[in-house]
């Protein structure tokens, strides 16, 4: 087995992986433009009847209703001391939420780092993989195989090149 730490373009089809994972929500940070291209790119380096996995959070569930300060903020130590953290929606457009993260330090400084978060519908997952090529996809509810339901906080991707075979 071998790790390969970074995103899409790190990936050589000429070496091609039997299963590309996705952690942490990272897809969600793959824009609307670079989708598809990345995607493709993800499927050319998997080994045939080779897995794309990864979760995603689910737009139905409207989780970002809950990132605000007053539900956000924590005090978190660290090797500098004590600092200050919480969330601020700042735009939701459909399928897109841009949110702020303030890191408040102890001298008074707030950092602040601007994300967007791109959410997608189960179907325009699917349609999306399959614009990629990938044969099989899979969308769960939940870690254990449940439907898809707005109730649900993720989606857990699994999708599968096609296997070929010779003859």
């Known amino acids: 087995m071998r790790w390969i730490d970074g995103d899409a373009r790190v990936l050589d089809p000429s070496a091609p992986a039997d299963l590309v994972l996705c ?20 499927r050319r380096s998997l080994t045939p ?57 102890a001298n008074g400084t707030d950092r602040i780092f601007t994300s967007a978060l791109y959410f997608r519908t189960e179907t325009e997952l699917i ?15 939940t870690w254990e195989g449940d439907p898809v339901a707005a109730r649900h906080r993720l989606l857990i991707v699994l999708a599968t090149t096609g296997v070929t075979t010779t003859s």
């Open 127 to 141: 349609e999306a993989l399959g614009a990629a090529g990938f044969e099989h996809v899979e969308v769960m509810g």
């Open 23 to 42: 952690t942490g929500n990272a897809f969600m940070h793959i824009g609307t433009d670079e989708l598809v291209e990345t995607l493709d790119h993800l």
């Open 49 to 105: 009847g080779g897995a794309l996995a990864f979760e995603t959070r689910n737009p139905a569930h409207r989780e970002w209703k809950n990132w605000t300060p007053d539900q956000t903020t924590h005090v978190r130590p660290a090797a500098f001391g004590t600092f200050t953290e919480w969330l601020e929606v700042t735009s939701v457009c459909p399928g897109v939420v841009v949110f702020d993260s303030h890191n408040l330090f």
